[in-house]
């Protein structure tokens, strides 16, 4: 297989490009120096907010074009290239539901903070990791900002517990589990699909010239937009059956191990004459 052709890489974060303790490994970034010396876009689509994106990836996010949000929102540096957020009054139909389950803990994605209610600041140290910066509000009239997307927490499993009951949105709304813990609900096309179609019809890179890597339910559309589609080892059986490739764990560097075989054939090609 021959990866010289590829010029759109994109890459999940947890679960794929981060290790289980949600680090970025140092080889990743000698690998993005090299993949932009030979002229590769690089994009990080999660469902993390923006902000929290740009932390782990501080010393290249000025290089790299960011889908945040599981595609709600995509910017480049200080360019907002598309911004999807939930309408204002789906919003309150939704909290209507998220208020008659049982320990579903509701963060509300805005573009500069997360908003969460008092009955679920006892997670505020697992919704640190995700949502560093975020507002304990008494109820949604408080939000001062768009929503792009309200993720549910439950602390045992979010696709036993939760989803079944949120499911029958999905006429209306993008509802999907994108952890075990986490099941996210945002506008129908705030996918991260439609945001890489976009990206791919802007700089007119076809799918056979791209590549995506991800492990749960929210990377499903995306990685049927490029020809060189990973699933990672430990990624969700669905997403396995999803991707035309499979790859190594994110805690063995799985995407880390296919950019090297990435750069090499770009070296490769240069070479033959």
């Known amino acids: 297989m021959n990866l010289s052709k590829v010029k759109l890489v994109v890459t999940d974060m947890d679960g794929t490009l981060l ?32 902000y929290s994106i740009t932390q782990k990836l501080n ?10 949000e599981n595609g709600g929102l995509v910017s480049k540096r200080d360019e907002t290239l598309l911004s999807t957020p939930i309408k204002t009054d789906k919003l309150s139909e939704i909290t209507a539901l998220i208020d008659s389950l049982e320990n579903a803990h509701p963060v509300f994605c805005g573009k500069t903070k997360a908003f969460i209610t ?3 600041t006892a997670l505020s140290d697992v919704l640190t990791e995700y949502y560093p910066s975020f507002q304990i509000i008494e109820n949604i009239d408080e939000i001062n900002e768009d929503i792009y997307k309200v993720s549910l927490y439950h602390e045992e499993n979010s696709e036993k517990h939760i989803y079944p ?24 096309l705030a996918n ?28 499903i559309e995306m ?15 669905v ?19 296919i950019l090297q075989k990435l750069i090499i054939d770009k070296e490769e090609k240069i070479k033959i004459p």
């Open 118 to 120: 008092k009955n679920s």
């Open 239 to 257: 997403v396995k059956q999803t991707a035309r490739f499979e790859t190594k764990t994110n805690d063995e560097f799985g995407v880390e191990h």
């Open 165 to 188: 009951h949120v499911k029958h949105l999905e006429a209306h709304f993008k509802v999907k589990t994108s952890a075990r813990h986490w099941v996210d609900i945002s506008d129908n």
């Open 223 to 237: 990685l049927k937009q490029g020809y060189f589609s990973y699933a990672m080892k430990n990624a969700h059986e």
């Open 59 to 68: 010393g290249i996010k000025n290089d790299i074009i960011i889908v945040s």
């Open 19 to 50: 290790n289980s303790k949600h680090q970025v490994s140092p080889e990743f970034f000698k690998l993005f120096n090299k993949m932009t010396d030979h002229g590769v876009l690089f994009v990080a689509a999660s469902g993390r907010p923006h």
């Open 192 to 219: 991260k699909g439609h945001a890489i179609k976009l990206l791919q019809d802007s700089y007119q890179i076809s799918a056979e010239e791209t590549m995506v890597f991800g492990d749960y339910h929210n990377d």
